[in-house]
């Protein structure tokens, strides 16, 4: 069975039960996780998916995790819907309610809403992490990631300020190997001549995959965004005849603060791994057992 056809499977398939054995004890080995007791199997999981169950790629992608989370405290410790409720009350972001044709969630980034003397890139960018570890916690999405639709419309200096190498580089290892997320196509409208610069600075991070499924719709998107996107799935402000972007951006906002202690257990955890303390006393012995093996 390859990694697309394991990656069908239920969470409980026996089938998985080697591979995530495998992943855990690899993980284990890890000088850098030394402290570390153990991984709970659907977490594991998540690092399997997202690399089509091979395990010397998912050990890595996890791994690369685990090192983003403790070199950017700045972000990864700061998971507070509460703490930006005034940026998100603007409007800025959403996840709409339906998936595209591939089963992908697709989100929405409204840039012209973030007013850069409110709020922070630093603080723009917990959202994106706030959205992420909430979606990845479902399996369809796990199986058939994002896509994402960023609207420049209103960028301006006061934003391409804030965004600096250190800052590119913590973006791009998101979106391509630090976070357990298959990203499916990124999409720009209303794109300034003046945004250049700043994508050119994110470029040279990103993968040639991630490069290839960058497309720039320009002011002129409404047509060319339903070539990729049906128009039940899109708001009408983007060509579609879904749910208005107000109402996407409201809904999706109440979510993330119903999921705020979730969000704030998973930032004050040394892994990320919440279902470790509950799972921690049974799988134990399995990892007493790798220990002595």
């Known amino acids: 069975m390859n990694g697309p056809q394991l990656s069908e499977l239920p969470d409980d398939s026996e089938e998985l039960g080697p591979h995530v054995s495998s992943l855990r004890r690899r993980a284990l080995q890890a000088s850098e996780l030394s402290a570390v007791r153990t991984f709970s199997d659907g977490f594991l999981i998540k690092f399997l998916r997202a690399r089509d169950f091979d395990v010397e790629l998912s050990l890595k992608l996890l791994l690369n995790y685990q090192r983003w989370r403790r070199e950017s405290p700045e972000i990864s410790t700061c998971l507070s819907p509460s703490s930006v409720l005034g940026l998100l009350n603007t409007s800025y972001h959403a996840v709409l309610p339906e998936r595209d044709h591939t089963g992908s969630r697709v989100l929405i980034y409204r840039i012209g809403q973030w007013n850069p003397k409110d709020w922070s890139a630093f603080q723009v960018f917990r959202v994106s992490l706030m959205t992420s570890e909430i ?18 419309q209103g960028w301006s200096l006061g934003h391409a300020v804030q965004i600096n190498p250190s800052l590119a580089r913590k973006i791009s290892s998101v ?61 009408p402000e983007y060509g579609g005849e879904g749910p208005g972007i107000e109402g996407a951006c409201q809904d999706w906002t109440n979510h993330l603060l119903q999921s705020e202690k979730l969000l704030q257990q998973i930032a004050a955890h040394p892994t990320g791994d919440i279902a470790t303390t509950e799972d921690l006393i049974s799988e134990e012995k399995e990892t007493e057992q790798l220990s002595e093996g």
């Open 175 to 235: 979106l391509s190997d630090s976070f357990p997320l298959k990203v499916r196509g990124i999409h720009l409208v209303n794109e300034p001549m003046f945004f250049q610069p700043i994508f050119a600075m994110i470029r040279p991070f990103l993968p040639e995959k991630i490069r290839q499924r960058i497309h720039m719709h320009g002011s002129d998107f409404h047509d060319s965004l339903t070539d990729f996107f049906s128009p039940p799935v899109l708001p």
């Open 135 to 152: 979606i990845t916690m479902d399996t369809e999405t796990q199986r058939r990631g994002v896509k994402a639709i960023f609207d420049l």
